[in-house]
């Protein structure tokens, strides 16, 4: 066994446990990467070298040390690492979420954040999330007069996928022939394989051999996603004259553009579509359930919402987007959740250009992870981390955020990082938030929720980068305010 790398034996090293000769810290690692970091992060501190396999990185797990990455050195940090993955994805020099920091990708940004997720674009899409959210109550109607148990996150994901799918090319993954049904195929299992790969990679052990073949089956759902895609733009191109735009019009309009400071090609525009695919629909359903668990597991803070729904919308009619702003409570349950359970718990870093952290010395190209888990649940800037307890987001205390700051769900506290933050933060965040709220809230407003043979949720965490739950949640829905009625109502 190495010596440790105590700061005090070596002053241009952060501190870092003791290792072994080849896997490094290998074995001190498990399948929940987040938490393995978080406890070590516990012994080693907020700024940490961990070395397995052949790759080093250094580990972020406090609020001041993420500001360093996500503001005073935000540019320096705006570019992710080359995953061995790279090697079998076509999309390589197009995916948004792994390009290198450039103008290509500062022109996507653009994209992302005045065009296809800006507020004006999500709101054009408020009555299909409305359509969406009736059809899913209708599912847990149909259940709880038949008192039959769901499994929620499979009608959530149902869900986010349609959402994503119609916001982009105006379909719904309905049926198993739909371009979307088969996307949304295709897009389950990149992320399933590229999480096996990821994980590979982190440990940098299996990357040279892809001894799982996961690198040839991604390629090759890759391939299958590209003529997807193709039949998708020709489509799209053929009845150009849709009254609203979708994500796919506003993206051929662009392509189009002679004036615009870059091309962007049809590849660009798969690579844009396998990002919000594969970064928009599994993160908020994940999210969702996560918020469906903990008010599962804390019945005073489910009573409190529904009472909250209750006396602000009243029963003779859904809750909508515009009541979100009046729910104060609703809102701290969401931020909550977040808090919790960030749905990518791990953000990975490259450093451009040497800088600083921590008074550390950190050399250009070198990897940083910062552990948005361990952040989130810091003991010391959050009293009682681990506690589910929606109302520390309804006082303006020193570790709480007021819930009417609009920066607080951006990372701009650090303490509090659910989407990241700097430039390279989600630009799903709105869209997400939104999607949150609202679901979250006909859940409650329209079921009572009753779990069967077991007091609690199990809320272990799953395997892999997506911080999902490790078991599913199966749950009983009994009626409250019956959603076909209410709708009639409104219209
Ligand atoms: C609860 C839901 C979501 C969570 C928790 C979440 C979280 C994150 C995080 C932590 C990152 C990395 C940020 C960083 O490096 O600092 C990220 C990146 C990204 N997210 Fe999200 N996200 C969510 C939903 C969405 C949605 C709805 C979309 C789009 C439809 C989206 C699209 C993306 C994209 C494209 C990136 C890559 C950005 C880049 O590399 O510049 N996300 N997200």
């Given at each position: 066994v190495q010596k440790s790398r105590k700061s005090s034996q070596n002053s241009q090293l952060p501190p870092s446990p003791p290792a072994l000769p080849v896997i490094g810290h290998l074995h001190l690692l498990s399948s929940t990467l987040h938490i393995s970091f978080k406890n070590l992060a516990s012994r080693y501190g907020p700024f940490m070298l961990i070395r397995a396999g052949g790759v080093t990185q250094y580990v972020v797990s406090n609020g001041t040390t993420a500001k360093q990455v996500f503001k005073t050195h935000d540019i320096k940090f705006a570019a992710r690492p080359e995953f061995g993955s790279a090697d079998s994805q076509i999309y390589k020099d197009t995916l948004f979420s792994t390009l290198n920091y450039s103008k290509y990708w500062i022109f996507l940004k653009k994209i992302c954040m005045?065009?296809?997720?800006s507020a004006q674009q999500i709101s054009r899409f408020s009555d299909v999330r409305k359509e969406e959210r009736m059809r899913l109550l209708q599912v847990f109607s149909k259940k709880s007069e038949d008192g039959e148990a769901c499994d929620v996150g499979v009608e959530l994901m149902a869900m986010t996928n349609n959402l994503i799918s119609r916001m982009t090319m105006s379909t719904r993954c309905s049926g198993d022939a739909s371009d979307g049904a088969q996307i949304r195929e295709v897009a389950k299992g990149i992320t399933l394989l590229s999480g096996l790969l990821s994980l590979g990679e982190a440990f940098s052990l299996f990357k040279k051999y892809d001894l799982f073949g996961a690198g040839r089956k991604v390629k090759a759902l890759l391939l299958r996603f590209d003529a997807l895609m193709d039949g998708i733009i020709l489509k799209h191109e053929e009845e150009n004259q849709r009254e609203r735009k979708d994500m796919m019009d506003i993206l051929l309009r662009i392509s189009e553009d002679p004036t615009a400071e870059v091309k962007l090609t049809k590849m660009g525009i798969k690579g844009l579509f396998l990002d919000l695919f594969l970064g928009g629909t599994d993160t908020t359903s994940v999210a969702i359930q996560w918020a469906m668990a903990e008010l599962l597991n804390h019945p005073t803070a489910l009573k409190k919402l529904q009472n909250e729904i209750d006396t602000?919308?009243?029963?003779s009619r859904l809750v909508d987007e515009p009541d979100i702003l009046n729910l104060p409570y609703l809102q701290a349950v969401v931020k909550e959740t977040l808090r919790l359970?960030?749905?990518?718990?791990l953000v990975f870093r490259k450093c451009r250009e040497a800088c600083k952290i921590n008074g550390y010395p950190i050399a250009k190209n070198s990897r940083i992870v910062v552990n948005l888990y361990a952040i989130n649940r810091d003991p010391d800037a959050w009293e009682n981390a681990a506690e589910f307890m929606?109302?520390?987001?309804l006082v303006n205390t020193?570790?709480?955020?007021?819930?009417?700051?609009?920066?607080?769900?951006?990372?701009?506290?650090?303490?509090?990082v659910p989407f990241g933050g700097g430039r390279r933060g989600c630009p799903g965040a709105a869209l997400a938030t939104t999607v949150l709220h609202l679901t979250l809230a006909a859940l409650v407003q329209c079921f009572d929720w009753k779990l069967q043979?077991?007091?609690?949720?199990?809320?272990e965490e799953g395997a892999g980068f997506s911080a999902a739950m490790a078991h599913p949640l199966v749950c009983y829905p009994v009626l409250r305010v019956n959603p076909s009625e209410v709708l009639s109502v409104i219209g």
């Open positions: 005045m065009e296809i997720l602000v919308v009243g029963l359970h960030p749905s990518l718990p929606p109302e520390r987001f020193i570790d709480a955020i007021a819930h009417d700051d609009p920066e607080d769900m951006k990372g701009q506290n650090f303490s509090y043979g077991v007091e609690k949720v199990n809320m």
